[in-house]
């Protein structure tokens, strides 16, 4: 069973910076991808960024080149650096894992999914 654990979450000022990271406990090699998701009140899921398995990376439009995703060698770490965040990153960041390709693309479906950690920016 995977269990993913989020942190690093909180309340910054637009301009501001925040590095979320996720604890991956038992998860496999099957799985190719990981990825950072996230959903504000009442609104759709949206997915925010992606890595493979080989550190190839994806970012949805609005995130890229503020936001870098990345993970430690063994994949038991996700990180997303956020900087430059804006009051529209507000919302529940959810860091997931699927067994697939993240070259299926950012919302496609994962398999594992963390409690979130929420991420407030204000104006």
């Known amino acids: 069973q995977v269990h993913l654990v989020e942190s690093g979450g909180g309340s910054v000022q637009a301009g501001g910076s925040l590095r979320l990271s996720c604890q991956v406990f038992?998860?496999?090699?099957?799985?190719?991808?990981m990825g950072w998701y996230r959903q504000a009140p009442g609104k759709e899921r949206e997915g925010v960024a992606s890595?493979?398995?080989?550190?190839?990376?994806m970012y949805a439009d609005s995130v890229k080149g503020r936001f870098t995703i990345s993970k430690d060698n063994a994949g038991e770490n996700l990180y997303l650096q956020m900087i430059s965040l804006k009051p529209e990153d507000t919302a529940m960041y959810y860091c997931?894992?699927?067994?697939?390709?993240?070259?299926?693309?950012?919302?496609?479906?994962?398999?594992?999914w963390g409690k979130g950690t929420l991420v407030t920016i204000s104006s």
């Open positions: 997931a894992a699927g067994t697939r390709y993240c070259s299926d693309g950012l919302d496609a479906g994962m398999d594992y």
């Open positions: 038992g998860y496999t090699y099957s799985s190719y991808c």
């Open positions: 890595i493979e398995s080989d550190g190839s990376t």
